[in-house]
């Protein structure tokens, strides 16, 4: 078809006021893409579809009259619109990525792409409303992250003024503690400094504790195992580690937290029965603590990264090339919502984000205003588009290559009508605002396989061209790769068939002011962020800290000694008095009174008193003589009335307020006997566990 068949039948289409037959195939087509841009803009983030009083620019404004009084897609636009045009700040624009904003210009000078100055209009983050602007912002830091940043900043400083206040005070000594220090002492004994050194790191007691288990040493070796457990509770805060503080206080300090708590008790109760003598040290036991101890201590570390892996991930701005939250612009005049419809119809579509180069496949590459593309990479680019079969849409470049013969120009366009019509679709009902044309570059129309015009003076609004293998499509407004541009009918539709005029173009890279804006090392990263002052603080932090922990802030002093024993050492310091004072008479008694109380609880009398019954039921449990199992309980009835104390009525006259007399060597064998024979009838009655523990 000649140039003028085809511009005839646009205008008949155009004049007609209503599209000609169409097939079948093409109106379903349309339909599909119409409902893939109503899903799009459905999203509530695309605030100038949803927001009656969203701010317009007066740019924006001028697709008012296309949308006229109603918006299947765009139901809030209308509204919108019936508003005066706002004239939004370009502060934010203006240094952004110290690139010029967008169609601002770059370091040396020149504008992107080749041509003046463009405006595709702020993005959302610089037409908030005006509760947002008071959100903190630490050198391109989120709220969330400058908060913490901040906390923490507070937390650490005051955590070391309480440090050097504490130590200040404890400096201030009595004054008898400054005579004795003038006075000339005795230096410790190498037993006594070992004695009161208490180590207090937790992975040196772990290192401590398996020394000694592979020496043979379990004892030791559980205690350093349970002693790295309490420092790193203690260290957490979980716990408060003082000599007053029995195993049973740490465990129920952890009340809140059932899960340490559970495992607490498992540990404790294995290190008690170390501790107190019942169970013998073990390598098994020693292996069951530290098993158990191991996950514990470590699980604060593991704590510690994840909150360090969750704030890094949590310091910075998300940020998809636009500015918006979520990734991309979804102002009008961006172009997230034009990604999403072209993926909604099968294409891969992405902003690129890294330099642009010469693709090594075939491909769409959507160039708008703004985007930086030096003279040898433009002579890569249509050469690629030449050899490799690739398709280039130049959207709205105020200068086209000149190293290039394309042959197009763009100039001021003076038809008003904001209607187009494709040579390709006599029944296509896109529309723009009155902008510009392209021409030839010696004024004359221009000729191509496809062309858009607009109105009735079918000035030329677009082209398609062939070069080599591909395609150039060049269209003279941008605002038809835009979020607004989809909410006029059939734009969407207009824009797929340019892209699809290249049958291998299932990918499509909108390349933009954004493109390679991108750091090549992280120190021009740190540096394009503003974090150096961010970074140096935190240097700064932890020299302190390692100040903090490598020098002392006031006068080292010595740990106060363990004071506390294990019951069992209790135990033999007890026997051991009675040993130097003879009172083995004493020691029997006490236990004859225990013992006894114990065998009337374990059998039956027929409610029946005294020591006869007990002595039968004792040998008819036990099989012994009956006379002489009443010769060892009246023995022992006679030793607890020895052993009863002064004031009490047990205690004979003659025995009141006098001590014991000293027994001799025979009385105390006799006394050792006494003790073995009445254990003897607690096994035989059935001993529970228990009671074995405490005896």
């Not at 969203?54 to 209308?78: F, K, M, N, Q, R």
């Not at 899960?259 to 404790?268: E, F, N």
């Not at 003659?654 to 014991?660: E, I, L, V």
């Amino acid at each position: 078809m000649s140039r003028r068949a085809r511009l005839f039948a646009a205008l008949v289409a155009l004049s007609a006021g209503a599209p000609l037959a169409r097939d079948a195939r093409a109106e379903d087509a349309e339909e599909n893409v119409h409902w893939s841009v109503r899903d799009v803009l459905e999203d509530d983030r695309y605030r100038f579809c949803h927001e009656a009083d969203y701010p317009l620019t007066p740019e924006e404004h001028a697709w008012c009259p296309i949308i006229a009084g109603s918006s299947d897609v765009c139901p809030e636009l209308p509204a919108a619109c019936k508003l005066p045009p706002v004239e939004l700040s370009r502060s934010a624009a203006s240094g952004r990525g110290g690139r010029g904003g967008r169609g601002g210009r770059d370091a040396s000078g020149k504008h992107p792409a080749g041509g003046a100055p463009t405006d595709r209009g702020p993005t959302e983050d610089e037409r908030r409303r005006p509760w947002p602007e008071m959100r903190v912002d630490l050198s391109g830091m989120s709220f969330f992250a400058s908060v913490l940043f901040i906390g923490l900043l507070v937390v650490f400083f005051g955590g070391v003024l309480h440090a050097l206040l504490k130590n200040l005070l404890r400096d201030r000594a009595p004054a008898d503690e400054a005579k004795e220090e003038k006075a000339p002492a005795r230096g410790p004994t190498p037993e006594e400094t070992a004695r009161r050194e208490v180590e207090t790191d937790v992975q040196r007691l772990l290192a401590r504790a398996r020394s000694h288990a592979s020496r043979g040493d379990y004892a030791r070796a559980i205690d350093d195992a349970y002693a790295a457990l309490l420092r790193r509770l203690d260290g957490d805060g979980l716990i408060e580690i003082h000599p007053s503080r029995t195993n049973g206080d740490y465990v129920r300090s952890l009340r809140e937290r059932p899960d340490l708590k559970g495992a607490m008790r498992s540990i404790v109760r294995d290190v008690e029965g170390v501790q107190f003598g019942v169970t013998p040290p073990s390598e098994p036991i020693f292996r069951a603590v530290m098993d158990r101890v191991v996950p514990l201590v470590s699980r604060a570390l593991a704590l510690a990264l994840v909150a360090f892996g969750l704030s890094a991930a949590l310091s910075c701005t998300p940020h998809g090339g636009g500015g918006d939250e979520g990734g991309g612009d979804r102002s009008p005049s961006g172009t997230q919502a034009v990604l999403e419809v072209l993926d909604e119809q099968g294409f891969k579509a992405r902003r690129r984000g890294e330099a642009l180069t010469a693709p090594e496949r075939a491909l769409a590459l959507v160039v708008l205003p703004g985007a930086e593309i030096d003279d040898a990479t433009w002579k890569d680019l249509f050469a690629w588009v030449s050899d490799k079969g690739g398709t280039l849409f130049l959207a709205g470049l105020p200068r086209l290559p000149d190293e290039v013969e394309l042959g197009l120009r763009v100039a001021q366009d003076a038809e008003t009508s904001t209607a187009l019509a494709a040579d390709w679709s006599r029944g296509l009902r896109a529309s723009l605002p009155p902008s510009k044309r392209l021409v030839e570059a010696n004024g004359d129309e221009p000729e191509d396989l496809y062309m858009i015009f607009r109105g009735e003076s079918s000035s030329t609004a677009g082209v398609v061209r062939r070069l080599g293998e591909g395609k150039v499509v060049v269209v003279a407004d941008d605002r038809l790769v835009s979020n607004v541009s989809l909410a006029a009918p059939d734009n969407a539709q207009l824009f797929l068939d340019l892209l699809r005029f290249a049958p291998y173009a299932t990918e499509v890279e909108i390349i933009d002011e954004w493109t390679g804006v991108g750091a090549e090392t992280p120190f021009e990263a740190v540096r394009e962020a503003n974090l150096w002052p961010v970074i140096a603080q935190l240097f700064l932090l932890l020299a302190l800290l390692y100040l903090w922990k490598g020098s002392a802030f006031a006068r080292l002093r010595d740990p106060p000694a363990a004071g506390r024993r294990a019951f069992a050492d209790h135990a033999r310091a007890l026997g051991l008095a009675y040993r130097r004072a003879r009172a083995s008479r004493h020691a029997a008694g006490l236990y004859a009174s225990w013992a006894l109380d114990r065998l009337r609880e374990r059998v039956h009398r027929s409610g029946r008193r005294g020591l006869i019954p007990l002595a039968e039921a004792i040998a008819a449990r036990t099989g012994r003589p009956e006379a002489e199992v009443m010769r060892v309980l009246v023995e022992a009835s006679g030793a607890r009335e020895d052993a009863a104390p002064a004031s009490s009525l047990r205690a004979p006259q003659s025995a009141r307020g006098a001590r014991p007399s000293p027994r001799s060597r025979d009385g105390a064998a006799a006394d050792l006997e006494l003790v073995r024979e009445l254990q003897g009838f607690l096994d035989a009655t059935g001993q529970r566990t228990s009671d074995r523990k405490t005896t």
